[in-house]
């Protein structure tokens, strides 16, 4: 290397146009004879090399004057020190940008606003640029296609160990990411190295290492058809997502989620991923949204004919605003309209009208037959405190037994050992319920009286006597009561004469049509009362009788209203014979003195022109007596086999008007347990976890996850298949059969879903005995 720059250089350095200057001649012959001079004037040296050839340097053209010559050596020479001290300075990783190391062969003149653009000059050929990192690597590296021209001054060299740090770093930036937990081995994989390793005497034995790694990779035809290994790689991705997320395992029954997958495998969409963060609360919902308002279209058509009932009720969220619930019941089922935020508000009823006014005036006054609220103090207060005292004091003996259960129970749940001594004797859990669920005192009395068996053999086991850990003093206190006859005979007694009561109220408690049948309902739970309260330890004619059915009357008297009055006018059923031989006692709505006068005050209020008053009252003449069409043997007879609805379509067009009438009426419920039990859905969605989503981002989520469980039910494979009732419940349940002893039965069964009780899961696909409940 020497000799060759030597050779080259010797006719500039000693020319007569350079000899004028000894001094330079010997630094010049220094620097051909130092190896660091070679090192670093390689490229140089290259240069003058093809200008040589280029005639620019040559013998003939030595019109090069000095000062040209050497600030073109120095610029190269100076990029090449550059070089040289950045490559040395890499083993020390002094200033060294990990993941953009080609930074340092540029100077960053300006920083862009917003964005990764940067302006910057190279340091070898000087170009300037307002570029980003990727703009760089390309400029040093001469990438084509990058939008930038390559590097004039750049040596192979130097991209060589250019590309050598970029490696590094993107090796670096690799390594430095969180590695991912690796999946489950396939099941395929599994069985063929198990059967690949085994090992044993006789000809089956292979000892041969090659062999039996070639047959550990192979694939049988079955495995290749069904792609079993790629399948088992996505069970174990979703079955992940489902422990990480603590989601509950019956959204595996969600048609929706089984629709997600199937679609994604059945369709080929190259490089989707799924929609994010943002994209999830944002766009999709608000296009979910309008797209359920464009499904309930027809829905929102017919309240014009089947009216409509508006039912609200307040609540807090977990950030302790207040909200008001506002559902919409028709005979199509209950739809979600809104939540509204309180905030600030004081919620009296001078508010509340307002509130209810104005959604009045949303959906339509024409269409809304009632509206249903809570009975909130806000909204009404209780009286008469004196006849509150008469009543505590003959039932006070109800809240002793309730009491005694309550401490036997609590005795129970919070001592390990007893617990495990009832759970060997019962295969029934005991029932822990809050004191605002739906009658759950009678709930738990009803456990009670079905363990009663298993508590007794429990309590007069060899283990409770014999365990002394604990308060012995309490646990001899639970199995004197539990061994009392006398107190399971109060507890028989409350269910009996409180089941009627317990009955109706379940019946009314549902967003299902039931406004015309409560008037009969009221009726016949008295009655059943008072027969229950005669049979017992107390007579028509004790104290306890007379409280018992005055709170009853009382309540009564609420509910036999104008609008209850009405609708039980216009049910047939009640003019058939069939209803009418049930008991001695019944009359048909038209001859009941009460009813009429209420039905009378209803038309009143519904029709106040006179003429159109006049026109329904003869059209209820005419219906009620069986007169002109009416008394058609087929409408006759219907009247105690159909459905009201039915029947009022089939034989009700001779009234229009009162037939009109009567399809709204017949189509309404009696209480608001829709807007009670969207409080679930609602804490359901803003949740702890979830306390920093906005109101009106939850009461969107609100309306689309309402609606669409409605909008659902209505489909035929809602009641079929895996898929069955798959939005009611949760991780819950695994079976409803209340009969059979062996399965563990539900504990938190909702009482506000009476198709619960009756539904059976028993499908292999995850469903049945293999399925945890979280109890």
């Known amino acids: 290397m020497q000799t060759f720059a030597a050779a080259l250089l010797s006719p500039l350095l000693f020319s007569p146009r350079f000899a004028y200057s000894a001094r330079l001649a010997k630094v010049a012959i220094i ?43 120095l610029s190269i020479f100076s990029s090449e020190i550059m070089v040289l001290k950045f490559f040395q300075n890499e083993s020390g990783q002094e200033d060294i940008d990990d993941y953009s190391p080609l930074w340092k062969f540029v100077t960053k003149v300006e920083k862009g606003v917003g964005g990764g653009n940067v302006t910057w000059s190279c340091n070898i050929c000087t170009k300037v640029c307002k570029r980003s990192y990727s703009r760089v690597k ?70 041969d290492p ?39 395992f019956n959204i595996a029954r969600n048609p929706h989620y089984v629709r997600a997958f199937s679609l994604a495998t059945q369709r080929t969409i190259p490089g989707y991923l799924p929609p994010g963060y943002n994209l999830l609360r944002t766009s999709l919902l608000q296009k979910e949204k309008a797209h359920i308002e464009k499904l309930l279209e027809p829905t929102k058509t017919a309240w014009k004919q089947k009216g409509v009932s508006i039912c609200s009720d307040g609540w807090s969220d977990v950030q302790r605003r207040p909200l008001i619930n506002i559902i919409v019941v028709c005979e199509s089922g209950p739809m979600f309209l809104k939540a509204i935020n309180c905030e600030g508000q004081y919620k009296d009823k001078i508010f ?132 009392d006859d006398q107190f399971w005979e109060k507890i028989d007694y409350i269910l009996a004469f409180t089941s009627p009561i317990y009955e109706m109220l379940r019946k009314a408690d549902t967003d299902q049509p039931c406004l015309h049948l409560v008037y009969e309902w009221w009726d016949e739970m008295i009655e059943k009362m008072r027969v229950a309260i005669s049979k017992g330890a107390h007579s028509e004619d004790s104290k306890f009788y007379e409280v018992v059915h005055n709170i009853l009357v009382e309540r009564w008297n609420k509910s036999n209203t104008p609008l209850h009055c009405l609708p039980h006018s216009l049910n047939p059923r009640y003019y058939s014979h069939e209803w009418l031989q049930e008991s001695p006692n019944r009359l048909p709505p038209h001859r009941d003195i009460e009813v009429s006068r209420e039905r009378k005050k209803c038309i009143e209020r519904y029709y106040s022109n006179s003429s159109e008053r006049r026109s329904v009252n003869e059209e209820f003449a005419s219906f009620s007596a069986a007169i002109d069409d009416f008394s058609d043997n087929d409408a006759m007879r219907d009247r105690g086999l159909m459905s009201p609805t039915k029947w009022w379509v089939i034989h009700g067009a001779s ?104 539904v059976l899961f028993t499908d292999e696909g995850g469903v049945g005995d293999d399925t945890d409940m979280d109890v």
Request: proline share 4%; hydrophobic share 40%.
């Open 31 to 73: 620097l051909l004879t130092s190896p660091l001079f070679c090192s670093l004037c390689s490229p140089l040296l290259a240069v003058l090399a093809s200008a040589r050839r280029a005639r620019i340097c040559s013998p003939r053209h030595y019109s090069l004057s000095p000062s040209i010559f050497w600030q073109v050596f």
């Open 210 to 248: 090659t062999l039996t790694k070639k047959r550990k990779g192979q694939l049988g035809p079955l495995e290749k058809a069904f792609n079993l290994n790629a399948r088992d790689e996505l069970h174990s991705e979703i079955a992940r997502l489902f422990y990480t997320g603590g989601l509950s």
């Open 655 to 758: 009234a229009p008007t009162l037939q009109s009438l009567a399809l709204k009426l017949l189509g309404q419920p009696s209480s608001s347990s829709c807007c009670e039990r969207n409080w679930s859905t609602y804490s359901f969605i803003h949740s702890l976890k979830r306390n920093k989503i906005t109101p009106q981002r939850a009461e969107d989520l609100m309306y689309v996850h309402y609606n669409l469980r409605l909008l659902s039910r209505r489909s035929p494979h809602y009641s079929e298949g895996e898929s069955k009732m798959w939005d009611v419940g949760a991780d819950e349940f695994d079976s409803m059969d209340m009969e059979g002893a062996s399965i563990l039965e539900i504990v938190n069964l909702s009482l506000d879903e009476p198709e619960l009780e009756s």
């Open 352 to 483: 509340i009208s307002k509130l209810l006014i104005n959604v009045i005036n949303e959906v339509g006054h024409q269409n809304v037959v009632q509206v249903v609220t809570d009975n909130a103090p806000n909204i009404c207060a209780p009286t008469d405190s004196l006849q509150n005292k008469e009543a505590f004091d003959e039932c006070k003996w109800i809240a002793e037994v309730a009491n005694d259960a309550s401490m036997i129970k609590n005795f129970i749940l919070n001592h390990n050992m007893r617990l495990s001594m009832f759970n060997d004797n019962s295969n029934l859990k005991m029932l822990s319920l809050a004191d605002t669920r739906f009658a759950s005192t009678i709930i738990m009395l009803k456990r009670f009286r079905q363990i009663k068996k298993c508590l007794e053999n429990m309590v007069i086991s060899e283990r409770w006597d014999v365990y002394k850990e604990d308060d012995v003093v309490k646990a001899r206190v639970v199995k004197y009561k539990i061994l």
């Open 138 to 207: 390309a400029h040093l590296l001469k990438q084509k296609g990058a939008g930038i021209a390559g590097c004039t001054a750049v040596t192979m060299d130097q991209m060589k160990r250019m590309q050598q740090l970029v490696d590094d770093a993107e090796l670096r930036k690799k390594n430095s990411k969180p590695k991912e937990v690796s999946l489950p081995s396939s099941s395929v994989s599994s069985n063929m190295a198990s059967k690949s390793s085994f090992s044993g005497p006789g000809p089956l034995q292979n000892d």
